[in-house]
């Protein structure tokens, strides 16, 4: 099977091309990165000698036309995906995530290839934090930042090519990842990289919010299920009931850490700041019989710190400028 993974050198595809690498040697992984800020080539590189690079946009048709006549199945991970960019500057966000997948969509319209599209439980927008309810596939689309919008937009996308032109596609809707190869702009690399660096972790507003964290290799495991034996034109919530509000994270950072669980600052509140996500994640269970495989969000967090400390060569290119961005936010 000849799989096109976009996005391979981002966080969670390159971790989806380093399991198919490792667990399905009749695949060949042609990824199409165009290695933005956000892009390694080096999250790669333990795999460079296996699988095809190419660097170039989704949103380049003629590219994407090439790639996806010789594949079998694209996986689309390719996006802008942190939500303080695109309250900075929404517009990569619109290119990428809606005129990308446009692109994407006509070219597996024109050669008849099976899609999967990666999204996010964003677009549901938020609950209320003492709301026992969860996202399912029923839940109206309601996102709130620039970037959850043009994910939902892309997602309608996918689903009116599938019944207007017959596209055989499938979407995941997916909770907050972790794990290695996070950019260090997101909340638990950050924090790590801070506390690797002697800085306090510093947490938005109050600290309350609530994310449904689930170990990045438990995320693209749901993802090769939904691939194999989802049914086409179907949305699959992912998720392994890992809702944690983020002073519980920092906490637990700190003390696997080595420091007081109180040595963090509050910071200003990003604006729109969604408060809470939780899946419901019965259907890909019951109709697909995934199974999560991380059982325990601490001792995932401790392996991931562990990462951090042992890859210092991969993150630290990264982390001045990141910080300086937060810097202009006052975050
Ligand atoms: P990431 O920002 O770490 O990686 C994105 C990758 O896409 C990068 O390698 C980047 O170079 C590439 N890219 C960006 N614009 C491109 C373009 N125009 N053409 C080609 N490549 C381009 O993102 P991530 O966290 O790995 O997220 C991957 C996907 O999963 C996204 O679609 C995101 O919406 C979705 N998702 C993420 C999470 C999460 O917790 N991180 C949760 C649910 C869903
Ligand atoms: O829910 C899935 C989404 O999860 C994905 O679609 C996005 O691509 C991914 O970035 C993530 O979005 P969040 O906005 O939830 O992730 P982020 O890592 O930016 O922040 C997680 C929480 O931590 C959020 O409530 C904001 C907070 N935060 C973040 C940072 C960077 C802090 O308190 N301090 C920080 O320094």
Redesign the pocket.
């Known amino acids: 099977m000849r799989v096109l993974v976009t996005g391979g050198a981002g966080f969670i595809g390159a971790n989806f091309v380093h399991q198919t690498v490792r667990e399905r040697p009749d695949v060949h992984v042609t990824v199409l990165d165009a290695l933005t800020y956000a892009g390694d080539e080096a999250s790669l590189a333990d795999v460079a000698d296996a699988i095809t690079f190419v660097r170039g946009d989704v949103a380049d048709a003629e590219v994407v036309d090439r790639l996806v006549a010789d594949a079998d199945l694209v996986v689309h991970f390719a996006a802008e995906?942190?939500?303080?960019n695109s309250l900075s500057d929404p517009w990569p966000f619109v290119q990428t995530n809606v005129i990308g997948t446009f692109t994407l969509l006509e070219a597996v319209r024109r050669h008849g290839v099976r899609y999967h599209h990666i999204s996010?439980?964003?677009v549901y927008g938020d609950l209320e934090l003492d709301d026992p309810a969860k996202f399912t596939d029923q839940t109206p689309y309601n996102p709130s930042s620039p970037?959850?919008s043009t994910?939902a937009s892309s997602d309608l996308l996918v689903r009116a090519w599938v019944r207007s032109f017959g596209v055989q596609a499938t979407i995941s809707n997916?909770?907050?990842?972790y794990g290695p190869y996070q950019h260090v702009?997101?909340?638990?690399p950050?924090?790590i990289t801070n506390l690797v660096d002697g800085v306090r972790p510093?947490?938005?507003?109050t600290?309350q919010?609530v994310?449904d964290w689930i170990h990045v290799e438990d995320h693209n495991t749901a993802v090769w299920a939904i691939v194999e034996r989802g049914e086409i034109g179907q949305t699959y919530l992912i998720g392994a009931d890992g809702e944690v509000d983020?002073k519980t994270v920092v906490e637990t950072l700190l003390e696997l850490m080595g420091q007081d669980r109180d040595a963090y600052d509050l910071?200003s509140d990003?604006p729109g700041?969604?408060l809470r996500?939780a899946i419901d994640a019965t259907r890909l269970r019951t109709e697909l019989g995934w199974r999560p495989q991380y059982g325990s969000f601490r001792d995932g967090l401790a392996a991931t710190v562990e990462w951090y400390r042992a890859n210092e060569a991969w993150w630290r290119p990264r982390k001045d400028a990141t910080e300086a961005k937060?810097a202009t936010l006052g975050?």
């Open positions: 995906s942190h939500n303080d996010t439980d964003e970037y959850s994910k997916c909770s907050n990842n702009e997101k909340f638990i950050r924090q510093k947490l938005y507003g600290g919010n994310r983020n910071v990003r700041h969604d996500y937060y975050r």
